[in-house]
């Protein structure tokens, strides 16, 4: 909430966003409308407890057969993470990290489309906060983008002669996909990331898992700008017209020095019919600091006059994904 | 036959009607457009005359694209005695933009669509060269509109994230980097005859902040953040479309009681001329 109080657009495009889709004036008029909701909770094997709590919601605009109109999708997530102020204290307090992400995706044409994206972090405490901005460009089954991000502590910093005010740090990562679709009901998709971090990454690094940081720790697997490289891959099958399932696996390496981080999810998902989707996921993380079990559900409700049919999904409530929440739509459920 | 070769010479010449007053207010115009924009600004801190050229093409598909070139012609700020005039930059926008409009739903009387737009780091004097508007942007929107024939209500929220702009000073890199500057508008028009549209407005920018970063070798950019404040501002004019001419004429008037940059209240007069083609 301290986030939202903070920005009053973001509470305001949260307002829209959670709102519109339970509009009847708009339900009756736009025809591909989408929204899914997340919770979540995590525990780690070392430091305590970590919960994680967050929402996701997409809002498809457009329709495929109306040329007059781009189809395009909006789609915003945010997650909180509570986790222990100092995680070697058993009795320490807790605090908690607010991530947002948000953004427009834009099919141009048949095949190719523009998307947009925001992120951003926040940890009170620690008084850190990133802010991303990416742009995409698809050109199926290749999908391209470019993240530009800065971290900073804006908190005094002391040094070996005297104190410094804050320290920042920025960073860029280019990341490559690719969709390997196998039939109408099975995809895989690879995807690999390179970040180039301003100035060089180790001593910022080595800052944030100071000390007098350390509850850092806790939210590796949060912080969006402290990877150097990720890849890994995406399997979305849609078995029958009622389930559907999707697995995933990375393997990355972090500024903060616990490394490797190896990360899965396995979802299942059930179209109920054309227009009611629900999944259950469960993703795994693990570094040598801690491991992390989170749970996830997401139900999802769609308005489309066409009939159109948008089936399952991998939502992490982390950096958005302008193509996670549709995956190719096979003949399904006309 | 007669009558036929007569029929047949008023339909080859005959001449597309002119577009009605909201057609020409279509940021989705299809076709070719220019705009030109003339302001003056006058606050507590200095009096400035700024323009912007713009030129837009628009498709059926609901896909425009512009290009926006902001010249300051003149600015009285003593805080920048060595400035020549004009100048690319400063003034109503920051940067020489290019931009494309997306319409993903409705057409020319209700729609919603998006831009996504880049700001190019060209200035074209040492102090602009020097400042936090050399660099690059992103120009980002979603804009809407609901029309119920005899008022039409307008809602845009903008945002504006910048890349840092880098300088070098004293043998140490400087970073000058500026946070998003959202904001948010609504505007109110009011449809009393097919020529006018007299139209009330509300802008709001929210706080941001300003990051000077540099570079001492510690492995990271050391860091000093100062903000900028909240602006509002409340405007009124009126729009006006010249019966056979595709013209759309505005005058604006902007009241805006508290700026970040000048204490007091800043006014703004503003005249916009549009052709569409």
């Given amino acids: 909430m301290a986030l939202l109080k903070k920005r009053p657009s973001l509470a305001f495009a949260v307002v829209v966003l959670l709102v519109s889709p339970f509009s009847s004036a708009f339900g009756a008029e736009i025809p591909h409308l989408l929204t899914g909701y997340d919770l979540s909770g995590s525990t780690s094997a070392a430091g305590g407890s970590i919960y994680t709590f967050g929402a996701a919601t997409t809002l498809h605009w457009g329709s495929s057969d109306d040329l007059s109109n781009r189809t395009a999708d909006t789609h915003f997530n945010y997650t909180s993470g509570i986790a222990p102020a100092n995680p070697f204290d058993p009795n320490s307090p807790l605090k908690h990290s607010d991530n947002w992400g948000g953004g427009v995706k834009i099919d141009l044409w048949e095949g190719a489309s523009i998307g947009v994206d925001l992120d951003g972090l926040e940890d009170s405490f620690e008084n850190l906060s990133t802010n991303g901005q990416k742009i995409t460009l698809g050109l199926e089954p290749f999908k391209f983008s470019y993240r530009f991000a800065q971290s900073a502590i804006n908190a005094a910093i002391p040094q070996a002669k005297s104190t410094v005010t804050g320290a920042l740090?920025?960073?860029?990562?280019?990341?490559?996909?690719?969709?390997?679709?196998?039939?109408?009901?099975?995809?895989?998709?690879?995807?690999?990331?390179?970040?180039?971090?301003?100035?060089?990454?180790?001593?910022?690094?080595?800052?944030?898992?100071?000390?007098?940081?350390?509850?850092?720790?806790?939210?590796?697997?949060?912080?969006?700008?402290?990877?150097?490289?990720?890849?890994?891959?995406?399997?979305?099958?849609?078995?029958?017209?009622?389930?559907?399932?999707?697995?995933?696996?990375?393997?990355?390496?972090?500024?903060?020095?616990?490394?490797?981080?190896?990360?899965?999810?396995?979802?299942?998902?059930?179209?109920?019919?054309?227009?009611?989707?629900?999944?259950?996921?469960?993703?795994?993380?693990?570094?040598?600091?801690?491991?992390?079990?989170?749970?996830?559900?997401?139900?999802?409700?769609?308005?489309?006059?066409?009939?159109?049919?948008?089936?399952?999904?991998?939502?992490?409530?982390?950096?958005?994904?302008?193509?996670?929440?549709?995956?190719?739509?096979?003949?399904?459920?006309? | 036959m007669r009558v036929f070769l007569l029929a047949l010479v008023f339909s080859t010449t005959a001449v597309a009607a002119t577009p009605s007053l909201k057609q020409r207010e279509d940021p989705f115009y299809q076709g070719p457009s220019a705009e030109f924009t003339l302001s003056g600004t006058s606050n507590s801190v200095s009096n400035n005359t700024a323009t912007v050229f713009q030129g837009q093409y628009g498709w059926d598909t609901g896909i425009s694209i512009q290009l926006l070139v902001p010249i300051l012609v003149s600015d009285s700020n003593p805080a920048n005695p060595n400035n020549t005039f004009p100048r690319i930059g400063g003034g109503l926008n920051g940067r020489v933009e290019a931009d494309g409009l997306f319409r993903a739903w409705g057409d020319t009387y209700d729609y919603l669509g998006f831009n996504v737009g880049v700001g190019f780091p060209w200035q074209s004097t040492a102090v602009e060269q020097n400042g936090d508007q050399d660099s690059w942007l992103l120009s980002l929107a979603v804009f809407g509109r609901v029309d119920w024939d005899w008022i039409a209500l307008e809602g845009r929220l903008n945002d504006s994230p910048s890349f840092p702009a880098k300088h070098a000073a004293n043998n140490v890199e400087v970073y000058q980097d500026v946070t998003n500057s959202v904001s948010i508008s609504g505007t109110a028009f009011v449809?009393?005859?097919?020529?006018?549209?007299?139209?009330?407005?509300?802008?709001?920018?929210?706080?941001?902040?300003?990051?000077?970063?540099?570079?001492?070798?510690?492995?990271?950019?050391?860091?000093?953040?100062?903000?900028?404040?909240?602006?509002?501002?409340?405007?009124?004019?009126?729009?006006?479309?010249?019966?056979?001419?595709?013209?759309?004429?505005?005058?604006?008037?902007?009241?805006?009681?508290?700026?970040?940059?000048?204490?007091?209240?800043?006014?703004?007069?503003?005249?916009?001329?549009?052709?569409?083609?």
């Fill in chain 2, 191 to 277: 449809y009393p005859y097919k020529w006018l549209a007299p139209f009330f407005a509300y802008t709001e920018v929210f706080p941001s902040a300003v990051s000077t970063s540099i570079d001492q070798g510690l492995g990271y950019f050391t860091l000093n953040q100062t903000s900028i404040g909240r602006t509002r501002t409340v405007s009124m004019g009126a729009e006006l479309a010249p019966v056979n001419v595709p013209v759309l004429l505005t005058f604006e008037f902007n009241v805006t009681p508290l700026t970040p940059a000048a204490p007091g209240t800043q006014y703004s007069g503003v005249g916009k001329v549009r052709w569409l083609f």
């Fill in chain 1, 169 to 334: 740090i920025y960073q860029n990562t280019f990341e490559l996909d690719y969709d390997w679709k196998m039939s109408d009901r099975s995809t895989i998709s690879f995807d690999g990331a390179y970040s180039i971090f301003n100035p060089p990454a180790p001593n910022f690094g080595n800052l944030i898992n100071a000390a007098a940081l350390a509850s850092f720790s806790n939210f590796q697997d949060t912080l969006q700008s402290f990877e150097e490289w990720k890849f890994g891959g995406t399997w979305l099958m849609l078995w029958t017209d009622l389930i559907d399932t999707s697995v995933s696996a990375h393997l990355s390496h972090e500024i903060i020095p616990a490394n490797p981080l190896i990360d899965t999810d396995l979802v299942i998902g059930f179209q109920f019919n054309p227009r009611f989707h629900v999944q259950l996921g469960w993703e795994y993380s693990h570094d040598p600091s801690q491991t992390l079990n989170t749970a996830n559900l997401e139900v999802r409700w769609s308005w489309d006059r066409y009939n159109e049919t948008v089936r399952g999904s991998v939502t992490k409530g982390q950096a958005p994904e302008p193509e996670s929440v549709e995956p190719s739509t096979p003949e399904l459920s006309k």
